[in-house]
T-cell receptor
Framework: GAVVSQHPSWVICKSGTSVKIECRSL??????MFWYRQFPKQSLMLMAT?????????EQGVEKDKFLINHASLTLSTLTVTSAHPEDSSFYIC?????????????FGDGTRLSIL | QKEVEQNSGPLSVPEGAIASLNCTYS??????FFWYRQYSGKSPELIMF????GDKEDGRFTAQLNKASQYVSLLIRDSQPSDSATYLC???????????FGKGTRLSVIA
């Protein structure tokens, strides 16, 4: 089945640090990947749609200069949280869908738990 | 604005019973419907998807879709304590659009 690998699983760092999260589709190619954020006991919130070879599309209220997205290939998207602060602490999850079978489900990575001290 | 509504729960059922989870959506043009399960602290995992009106069965799980009523449900037969989780309903329109998620229903199966 479709596998999405997300790395790292956990990050703990000081305020002001920039953190990069990688999302890879292991056995399929993904023209589009999606980045979500989830705060404790809340629902998934779509942050942005990452498009291979072009700029990401950000949801309303998400700062594009704060959350840099790069989708350099059909199997890799990265999310960089720049100058992270404690309020950025959250569970970040990427998701991807096979570019061929676009009606198929989105598959999720295992998520990255980010804690900013 | 596209919305997906779910009862937040918690929904408590005894072990062995049928759990019924419901979801309504606002966008009549929605094409694809998904149920994900999310354990606490974990990312969502896909349980089932359905595209056509009617029922779709997979093991202990049955998804039901009624596009006229804009309603989708998930039935879990012979519920087990390991089924205790938050169940997310997700809906997608046409084309390469992202899923719209409901806020999830927390299910608790009591042994």
């Amino acid at each position: 089945g479709a596998v999405v690998s997300q790395h790292p699983s956990w990050v703990i760092c000081k305020s002001g640090t920039s953190v990069k999260i990688e999302c890879r589709s292991l056995d399929f190619q993904a023209t589009t990947m999606f980045w979500y954020r989830q705060f404790p006991k809340q629902s998934l919130m779509l942050m942005a749609t990452s498009n291979e070879g072009s700029k990401a599309t950000y949801e309303q209220g998400v700062e594009k200069d704060k959350f840099l997205i790069n989708h350099a290939s059909l199997t890799l998207s990265t999310l960089t949280v720049t100058s992270a602060h404690p309020e950025d602490s959250s569970f970040y999850i990427c998701s991807a869908r096979d570019r061929v079978w676009i009606n198929q489900p989105q598959h999720f990575g295992d998520g990255t738990r980010l804690s900013i001290l | 604005q596209k919305e997906v509504e779910q009862n937040s729960g918690p929904l408590s059922v005894p072990e062995g019973a049928i759990a019924s989870l419901n979801c309504t959506y606002s966008d009549r043009g929605s094409q694809s419907f998904f149920w994900y399960r999310q354990y606490s602290g974990k990312s969502p995992e896909l349980i089932m998807f359905i595209y056509s009106n009617g029922d779709k069965e997979d093991g202990r799980f049955t998804a039901q879709l009624n596009k006229a009523s804009q309603y989708v449900s998930l039935l879990i037969r012979d519920s087990q304590p390991s089924d205790s989780a938050t169940y997310l309903c997700a809906v997608r329109g046409s084309g390469n659009t992202p899923l719209v998620f409901g806020k999830g229903t927390r299910l608790s199966v009591i042994a």
